[in-house]
């Protein structure tokens, strides 16, 4: 049985923001506090909006941010003209794309020491990604980091960031793409089964640039990412994937935020997550807003759901905010249910074991938004983790 949960919010006019010094105050969606200060936010109680679905209390160490040795360490593998450097914490702070939305953000920006910048020359078409592997220490002090990826005017690359071992982390990657730059950038968490790990991405395109963003999750203990993309230039185009799955006593969390700033720009969002196990959570929150002036915008966000067994539970909350009515089109789909009993039974029929059927849906499920991704030997190691996972989820192979 699958359910289908669609709700279409519009808005014809939303108040001018506000800014005061590094802080914009908080009305709606649109006007949500931006600050680089960390005493600028309140301590979450789990009863505001963009909390209610968090177990903040896991989340004591983060919240109390304080400096802290704690680290993650890194390699990295950098092609030719490719460049990573450390900034200091001024430096730091005028190149992020946008000050952080929330305390998390707001600490590891103010208390990471600066940032690492990863920078992509004009004009440079990378053949093989960019990758930096970051690595937990296993320490229960919180970690915060920052890292700034900048692609120069049309440029082409990939960057591929994998957080894997034992931690408690606060991060900031901030993404600018400038004009007609192509770039992909992909965020895997596998972290071990105690971790916990809070992020805010933030993006800008720039005019004709193309960023493709995308989030896969499998690790952790409580896991929360939030995505602020901004088309900041017309002919932009911005796409958002992701993929997750949730285990027995796993949160995972993903948070969207796509703001259609100028007119002729394009975003699309898919999000697919299977879940299993008692006390499995899986959240998934995408708001997109279309200013007044962004005539001509195309949008469109789905996020799906696969429960594989009793005791796990999926939110999926999206949201469309529209000040214009001079648009391509616009819409949002959410879907949560468990197996497709029609195709169990195709493949049953076909001489297929119900164990051998359950895993060929789930992957197929996963397989098409992989594939998506655009880079083989990324989703050749996602699709092993999807294996992987299954191998517990429907009970392997006959």
């Known amino acids: 049985m699958t359910a289908d949960l669609s709700t279409d919010h519009t808005r014809a006019t939303l108040d001018g923001a506000h800014t005061h010094g590094d802080v914009t105050p908080s009305t709606d969606r649109a006007e949500r506090l931006t600050s680089f200060d960390p005493a600028d936010f309140p301590v979450p109680t789990g009863r505001e909006e963009e909390w209610r679905f968090t177990p903040v209390r896991q989340l004591t160490q983060v919240f109390a941010a304080q400096p802290s040795s704690a680290a993650l360490t890194y390699e990295t593998h950098l092609p030719d003209r490719v460049s990573l450097v450390q900034l200091d914490p001024v430096q730091a702070r005028s190149r992020t794309v946008t000050a952080p939305a929330d305390l998390p953000a707001a600490s590891a920006v103010a208390h990471s020491g600066g940032a690492l910048l990863l920078t992509i020359p004009a004009d440079l078409e990378l053949e093989e990604p960019v990758v930096v592997d970051f690595v937990g220490q296993g320490t229960s002090e919180a970690a915060w980091e920052h890292l700034i990826i900048e692609a120069g005017v049309n440029s082409r690359a990939v960057v591929v960031l994998t957080h894997a071992g034992s931690a408690t982390v606060s991060s900031v990657v901030s993404v600018s793409a400038a004009e007609g730059a192509n770039l992909t950038v992909v965020s895997i968490q596998d972290w071990e089964a105690d971790s916990l790990h809070l992020a805010e991405h ?40 992701g993929a997750y799955f949730t285990d027995a006593g796993q949160h995972q969390e993903h948070r969207l935020f796509v703001d259609h700033t100028v007119p002729r720009a394009r975003s699309r969002a898919t999000y697919k997550g299977a879940l299993q196990g008692e006390g499995a959570h ?43 009515g001079e648009i391509e089109g616009a819409g949002h789909a959410s879907a949560t249910g468990r197996f497709d009993d029609e195709q169990l039974f195709y493949l049953q029929a076909r001489g297929i074991p119900e164990k051998q059927a359950r895993r060929l849906v789930v992957h197929g499920f996963f397989a098409d938004l992989i594939r998506e991704i655009g880079v083989p030997s990324v989703e050749a190691r996602l699709l092993a983790s999807v294996e992987k996972e299954l191998n517990s989820a429907v009970g392997g192979t006959d």
């Open 202 to 241: 933030d993006l800008r395109v720039a005019k004709d640039a193309m960023v493709k963003h995308v989030v896969v999750t499998f690790g952790g203990k409580l896991v929360r990412i939030a995505v602020n993309g901004t088309l900041a230039g017309e002919g932009g185009n911005l796409e958002l994937l």
């Open 282 to 324: 899986a959240v998934w929150v995408g708001d997109v807003l279309i200013r007044s002036q962004a005539e001509g915008t195309d949008t469109y966000e789905l996020n799906r759901n696969l429960v594989l067994s009793e005791g796990a539970r999926a939110d999926s909350v999206p949201n469309l905010e529209i000040e214009t």
